[in-house]
């Protein structure tokens, strides 16, 4: 059964670095493009960031350009974010997904709180 199940959320405060990592079953994870996603407090489910398939190309949502980095590990299938400068509205629960996004694929996300 194809699954996602994301993991490295907590508490953190203003200015502070996250690390976030997804580990995706082979069905999804291998020649697929994959994304972050997060959902802050009340809001709709949100684009963050994505990478090709070979790791080169890369998109972020200008919310996060410059502070966040998406990677991947292939041979582990693994997707990583890297979150710097964290401000308060970066809380909320991330999801990784392949993309465009598929709702078979959403797991349980990890949640991040930035506190000022």
């Known amino acids: 059964q194809a699954q996602v199940a994301e993991s490295g959320g907590g508490p953190v405060h203003t200015g502070g670095s996250l690390t976030l990592s997804c580990v995706a079953s082979?069905?999804?994870?291998?020649?697929?493009?994959m994304g972050w996603f997060r959902q802050p407090p009340g809001k709709e489910r949100e684009f963050v960031a994505v990478?090709?398939?070979?790791?080169?190309?890369?998109f972020y949502a200008d919310s996060v350009k410059g502070r966040f980095t998406i990677s991947r590990d292939n041979a582990k299938r693994t997707v990583s974010l890297q979150m710097n400068s964290l401000k308060p509205e970066d809380t909320a629960v991330y999801y990784c997904n392949i993309n465009p996004p598929a709702a078979r694929y959403w797991g349980q996300g990890t949640q991040v709180t930035v506190s000022s």
């Open positions: 082979s069905d999804i994870f291998d020649y697929t493009v």
């Open positions: 990478i090709g398939e070979s790791g080169e190309r890369k």
